[in-house]
């Protein structure tokens, strides 16, 4: 049941159904739902849920019982890809017991999906061995506008833990989502309520059941938080009757009970044998200070090849790394192996640590009034540290000290750093009474710049020279990093051209030179082209060009008329400084007013001069990690709307 959660974002592709003959009955529920009166939706909402209903029942055998029911009206062609029934499940602890899917034509026919048209599919066909498979009914290619596509399904699993989570919808609008737990005599439940206000559940004995109606559409705006802080979801806990025995399965009171069963699964395994010993004194040997020997350890552990292999993932192995001289003899693992690893490298050399658990890819995902390792998804470290190490991602907590936090899976991002979607994030660190849930630290914008000096000869008939040269830190250096490790020399280059293209109509590339600076942590890239007739001459007498020549519209898109989400901006510093060298005969005839913005989530400047026949164009943008209310859309759209003015604002030279 707690997996459901894990996967609720799936999008699976199978090969197309095959399905009974047209005129099989359609089940009771299905039937009601079908006849949901729905209000009138913009165009771009391509779909509407009907029913959206789980049913959970545990067993005094302590296996959890599941019964699905979903029903959507597809309302335009682009609503197919809702037409599809995808359950995971657990090989070891649970199995989809039944599914069946129907489609309602506009005209009554109707078609069913059985055991013929269920696809089992592996959840990641990346992952050597992975105990969670999918089944799936696809009806996407039968599917059409003024269709209704419902599916029912059956599924049985042990739980490790006694919560639960519940999302009442996704982007479309939802009619009805009802969450039903019921459980043996006296037992009892608690629920928490996030992005909504609290919902109640009707308690009948031993049954709670959790309902909202007439849920508006979600509609995806840039730079909006993840649907899971919009939609609203509901967490669930349930407890024996007192004086019984209860499950195998457990909740938790609080974060420092969660971080004890943790360490519990982490720290047996992180023990050391001579050859991880060996190794780490062997990597560290050339080091002079601490940081430089985490540096080493560090670099080690990114490169190993990252492998899931989760056997017995329902009894908590899905929770528990690999031992380190497993992952070690192997050189390869998850992250909660590779920080295991590191931890056992780095205890050889008298440094501890411990292991963070996580939620990759959201900051504000977890949520401190609920206790439960299942907010988690990714491992990451906290290394301690003397004095003597600084960084922007040293943290000082109250029991365990100063403690380095670092990402050993994210090749990308180096030791001092920390991938963005991780700073400011509520996580748990693993270090048994003495650990809990604390926030992980956020990198000044400072810390993550992009400095670009650009050297322009302008000649009299509007072409350009130029030479570029970027210098890279922090986030902004683990993008190119990213692009330039992923990528082929060629491909790296031919993307490189598509930039400048993107900017330059018809740059001729002539050199392309990236430095990856692994040791200091930055990177550099440097650019020389040329383009034709990139100034515009104007009867022979006037020069129009735009000084800012490289841009790489970092700016926030904001150009809707109103908003209803807030704005969620990462902290950065952009800089640019361009010297343009001017044709001779030509003066400076007009150009743009210098610019200077100061918001409480950013800032921006622009200037323009003229030295020594030269004109120097200068700008910086820093943007502040924030999350701006709709309430001040408007503050918002005008500060990037004029970020990007000034870029696009010419300079006009007149011949003399």
Not at 159 to 181: A, E, G, H, I
Not at 635 to 645: C, E, L, P, T, Y
Request: net charge negative; proline share 5%; aromatic share 8%.
């Amino acid at each position: 049941m707690i997996y459901r959660f894990l996967f609720i974002c799936l999008v699976c592709v199978v090969l197309a159904s095959t399905a009974t003959a047209a005129g099989d009955d359609v089940p009771a529920w299905l039937q009601k739902a079908a006849a949901t009166t729905i209000g009138p939706y913009d165009k771009d909402v391509s779909a509407v849920v009907l029913q959206r209903e789980q049913v959970v029942t545990l067993g005094n055998d302590g296996k959890i019982t599941t019964v699905i029911t979903h029903a959507v009206r597809i309302l335009t062609r682009e609503g197919r890809e809702y037409a599809e029934a995808a359950e995971p499940y657990l090989t070891s602890a649970g199995k989809v017991r039944d599914i069946n899917a129907w489609l309602i034509r506009p005209n009554g026919e109707v078609k069913k999906y059985g055991k013929d048209s269920i696809m089992d599919r592996m959840l990641n066909p990346e992952d050597i061995y992975d105990e969670v498979r999918l089944k799936v009914i696809d009806a996407t290619d039968d599917a059409d506008a003024g269709m209704i596509f419902g599916y029912q399904a059956t599924s049985e699993e042990m739980p490790l833990f006694n919560q639960d989570t519940w999302t009442f919808q996704d982007l479309l609008p939802t009619m009805v989502s009802r969450y039903t737990l019921s459980l043996p005599s006296g037992w009892r439940a608690t629920s928490v309520t996030f992005n909504h206000a609290r919902v109640e559940p009707l308690v009948a004995g031993s049954s709670y059941s959790w309902e909202l109606r007439n849920l508006p559409p979600i509609k995806p705006e840039n730079s909006s938080p993840r649907i899971s802080n919009v939609a609203p979801r509901l967490a669930i806990n349930y407890f024996p009757a007192e004086g019984t025995a209860g499950s195998n399965a457990r909740t938790f009171d609080n974060w420092v009970e969660v971080s004890r069963w943790a360490a519990a699964l982490h720290d047996p395994q992180s023990t050391a044998n001579e050859a991880i010993a060996t190794k780490a004194r062997q990597l560290t040997a050339p080091s002079s200070t601490e940081l430089d020997r985490i540096r080493a350890i560090a670099r080690f552990v990114q490169d190993l090849k990252y492998i899931s292999i989760d056997i017995g993932v329902g009894r908590g192995n899905g929770y528990r790394p690999h031992a380190a001289s497993q992952v070690f003899a192997k050189l390869y693992g998850d992250c909660k192996d590779k920080a295991t690893l590191m931890r056992s490298m780095l205890a050889t050399i008298n440094i501890p640590s411990y292991p963070i658990a996580i939620y990759s890819g959201d900051r504000t995902f977890v949520r401190e009034e609920w206790a439960s390792p299942t907010q988690f998804n990714h491992v990451i470290i906290a290394i301690k540290v003397s004095d003597e190490t600084q960084g922007p991602t040293v943290i000082t907590h109250p029991s365990l000290g100063r403690l380095l936090i670092f990402d050993a899976t994210d090749s990308n991002t180096l030791v001092g750093d920390l991938p963005d979607h991780e700073q400011g994030s509520l996580a748990v660190i693993v270090a048994g009474d003495k650990g809990g849930l604390f926030r992980m630290p956020t990198t000044a914008p400072e810390a993550n710049r992009l400095d670009t000096q650009s050297e322009v000869v302008l000649d009299a008939d509007g072409s350009i020279t130029v030479k570029v040269r970027d210098h890279a830190m922090g986030q902004m250096a683990a993008y190119f990093r990213g692009l330039y490790r992923g990528l082929s020399r060629p491909e790296f280059t031919g993307a490189v051209e598509r930039w400048i293209g993107m900017t330059v109509n018809g740059a001729k590339i002539t050199k392309v030179e990236p430095t990856d600076n692994s040791v200091a942590g930055d990177f550099a890239l440097d650019l020389e082209f040329t383009a034709f007739r990139y100034g515009q001459l104007l009867q022979d007498k006037l020069l129009l060009f735009r000084p800012s020549v490289v841009t790489r519209d970092e700016s926030v898109s904001l150009t809707e008329p109103n908003r209803l989400q807030p704005i969620v901006l990462e902290a950065k510093v952009v800089s640019d400084i361009v010297r343009v060298k001017l044709p001779a005969g030509f003066v400076v005839d007009e150009m743009p007013d210098p610019m200077k913005l100061e918001t409480s989530f950013g800032s921006f400047s622009a200037t323009y001069e003229i030295v020594d026949g030269q004109l120097i164009f200068k700008r910086t943008l820093v943007q502040r990690a924030a999350t701006i209310p709709a309430e001040e859309y408007a503050k918002a759209k005008s500060f990037f709307a004029s970020v990007r003015a000034a870029d696009q604002a010419p300079v006009v030279l007149a011949k003399k």
